[in-house]
Nanobody
């Protein structure tokens, strides 16, 4: 069964850091492009970053360039999103996406607040 499980979200103060993880099961991450999306209340889901099967890691959202880094560990079948200098506008549910059938995880909540 294909599954993506995100973790690592939480409450952090502005300027703080978090690293999100997305563990894939039921398929090999190394064969697929996988992505991080986020969705804030009242807003559309937006693409944050993606990592291709050929090793191309790209931060897509202009608002997080220079602060977020996407990476993967194919041996652990895990995708990561390192988030630094977090701001209130980064508050959202973060989702992992990809693999067979373009699967989605359940999301992990990130709250940036003082």
């Amino acid at each position: 069964q294909v599954q993506l499980v995100e973790s690592g979200g939480g409450l952090v103060q502005p300027g703080g850091s978090l690293t999100l993880s997305c563990v894939a099961s039921g398929f090999s991450l190394s064969w697929y492009t996988v992505r991080w999306f986020r969705q804030s209340p009242g807003k559309q889901r937006e693409l944050v970053a993606y990592s291709t099967d050929t090793g191309r890691d790209t931060i897509f959202a202009d608002s997080v360039k220079g602060r977020f880094t996407i990476s993967r560990d194919n041996d652990k079948n895990t995708l990561y999103l390192e988030m630094n200098n977090l701001q209130s506008e980064d508050t959202a549910v973060y989702f992992c996406n990809g693999g067979p059938g373009d699967s989605w995880g359940q999301g992990t909540q990130v709250n940036v607040s003082s």
